[in-house]
């Protein structure tokens, strides 16, 4: 697992590449999480809105998930480069969290189990 930190523009964030994980029974490949802090939760909320628009553009399905005790996205089915893997959005607060999981075969249900528990993991351990 590699964690990178940067600063862009309006944001601080921290990207991280898990080459392989394993949730119980499912291994994981080529994923990866970003948290990004934003200095105001509206500007974290446009940007999350922002990354559902441009996935729905690119052909991607917006479901409508929980993540923890806040709203979130999933976008998946998109086309073209970027946008073919599942990805789940959130907001909280100031900050953004980004999780993209990159394995075939798992029903939705499993899908959105996954997604879910990391972007709520996500949002626990980078609350202030």
Do not use: C, H, W
Request: no cysteine; net charge positive; charged share 15%.
């Amino acid at each position: 697992m590699g964690l990178k930190f940067s600063q862009y523009r309006e944001r601080t964030f921290a990207k991280i590449a898990i080459k392989y994980m394993s949730i119980g029974v499912v291994r994981l490949q080529e994923n990866e999480m970003t948290v990004a802090l934003y200095g105001t939760p509206a500007q974290a909320e446009k940007r999350a809105a922002g990354t559902v628009s441009d996935y729905v553009a690119n052909g991607a399905t917006a479901t409508q998930v929980t993540v923890g005790d806040v709203p979130g996205t999933i976008l998946t089915g998109g086309l073209g480069a970027g946008y073919s893997v599942p990805l789940l959005v959130t907001s909280s607060g100031q900050r953004t969290v980004a999780v993209s999981l990159n394995k075939s075969g798992l029903s939705a249900a499993k899908r959105t189990e996954i997604l879910s528990n990391l972007g709520a993991l996500a949002l626990t351990n980078t609350a202030s």
